[in-house]
Structure formats: structure tokens, C-alpha cells
């Protein structure tokens, strides 16, 4: 027997994620979310994956664009997280918001830490989301400490 969505949720809010803010391009359309479900996943290749809800409009971007990019936000940029995580204005979430365009046309928010900008080389459907896979092309490493959320709450990260 499976556990229920509230078990779910609970168990995996003990979990520390790394906060970023996931970009795509479809000709002239751009849109953006916030996500903490993503991951490397291979060296050789250069692999990385994001999951996606099937109701973020995120997806259909991503779908018609072929690309997405993974923003890594620093600590401190709880306020740019919360506006890209909101259903308020969520098309005018890039206002205000200083982007470059990456090698596959994905926007890439200039004060993030990292920037990493791939094009889809695989989905696949997984219960209420899609994974997307996408090889990276470019990746821009700004540095700073990250943002870190767990727990409902953004966390900063301390050395022990």
C-alpha cells in the first residue's frame, strides 16, 4: 500500500533542497517557476533533470521551446523565489528581471549563482509530473552561497 500525498509531503519537507528558478523560451515566450526538484545526473554526457507538475504552464513552454534552464539562486533571493513560485502575474514574472539569453535560447537570470542551460534530450511521464532531461550547453557559475529550502521554510547554510 502506497503512502498518502500527506505522508508524501511530510516526509520529503525533511529534505534540504537547493532553490532555483527553472527558465524556457518558445519563440518569443518565455515563462519561469521556482523548483527544488531537480538533479545532475550524468558527467559523460552532461545530463541534468527537472520535474515538473503537469499543470505548471511552465511545461508547455518547455515542450514547444526543446529547452529550459536551471537558475541556482544565493541566499537572500528569497524575494525573487517567492515571485516566480506565485500564481499572481505569473506572466509578467521576468519583470524587473535582468536575463541573458543562453546558447539554446532559454533565459538566464543574471544574479543567480549558477546558470545552467539546457536543451531536452528526454521526457518521461512519472505519476502527476513530467521529468524532463536536458544535456547542458552553457553554464555560468557566478558564485555566492546558496538559497536552502526545507522544511516550508528558506534555510541559509552554515560550516560545521
Known amino acids: 500500500m502506497a503512502i498518502s500525498a ?6 520529503f519537507a525533511t529534505r534540504a533542497g537547493a532553490v ?4 524556457a523560451r518558445a519563440g518569443e515566450q518565455v515563462h519561469g517557476m521556482t523548483v527544488t526538484d531537480f538533479a545532475g ?3 559523460d554526457p552532461p545530463l541534468l533533470l527537472v520535474c515538473l507538475d503537469k499543470k505548471a504552464n511552465t511545461l ?3 515542450e514547444r521551446g526543446g529547452c529550459f534552464a536551471v537558475n541556482l539562486l544565493a541566499q537572500g533571493q528569497e524575494d ?7 500564481k499572481k502575474d505569473e506572466w509578467s514574472r521576468f519583470d524587473g528581471v535582468d536575463v541573458d539569453q543562453g546558447p539554446t535560447g532559454a533565459p538566464l537570470i543574471r544574479c543567480a549563482i549558477t546558470s545552467l542551460d539546457c536543451r531536452v534530450v528526454a521526457a518521461h511521464e512519472a505519476g502527476d509530473h513530467w521529468i524532463y532531461v536536458g544535456e547542458i550547453e552553457a553554464a555560468v557559475l557566478r558564485g555566492g552561497e546558496p ?3 526545507c522544511g516550508g521554510a528558506y534555510r541559509a547554510l552554515t560550516a560545521s
Do not use: P
Open 80 to 86: 525573487l523565489s517567492n515571485k516566480f513560485a506565485s
Open 147 to 149: 538559497l536552502v529550502y
Open 20 to 23: 532555483g528558478i527553472l527558465t
Open 41 to 43: 545526473l550524468s558527467v
Open 60 to 62: 508547455g513552454v518547455i
Open 6 to 11: 500527506d505522508e508524501f509531503k511530510a516526509a
